[in-house]
Nanobody, 128 residues
Framework: QVQLVESGGGSVQAGGSLTLSCAAS????????MGWFRQAPGKEREGVAA???????TYADSVKGRFTISQDSARNTLSLQMNSLQPDDSAMYYC??????????????????????WGQGTQVTVSS
């Protein structure tokens, strides 16, 4: 069974940086797409960034140029480097994964509906 564990959240001031990590285990044969999502209180879940089975990255417009998604060579650890953080970036950040690459691309790789596996989340708080 696939398990995802996020880490690296915390509190920073506006303009600061954080790096989130997601450790994946239980992968079976096949390549997995992985993504970062966030949800703030009272708001809908939002796709932040994702990387597909070919290693191609996709970003939400709100984070382009500030956030960078990456994976280690074994594709077991997903990272999100977040720079120039703003209060609007405050949210619970979740890691997600799924092997159904064609489905994810069909529904939208930044739409959480396509992902079967989710972590518990890590909180990011940005103060002004």
């Amino acid at each position: 069974q696939v398990q995802l564990v996020e880490s690296g959240g915390g509190s920073v001031q506006a303009g600061g940086s954080l790096t989130l990590s997601c450790a994946a285990s239980g992968y079976t044969n096949g390549s997995y797409c992985m993504g970062w999502f966030r949800q703030a209180p009272g708001k809908e879940r939002e796709g932040v960034a994702a990387i597909d089975s070919e290693g191609r990255a996709t970003y939400a417009d709100s984070v382009k140029g500030r956030f960078t998604i990456s994976q280690d060579s074994a594709r077991n650890t997903l990272s999100l480097q977040m720079n120039s953080l703003q209060p609007d970036d405050s949210a619970m950040y979740y890691c997600a994964a799924d092997s159904r690459s064609e489905l994810l691309h069909f529904v939208g790789i930044l739409r959480g509906v396509g992902y079967r596996y989710w972590g518990q989340g890590t909180q990011v708080t940005v103060s002004s």
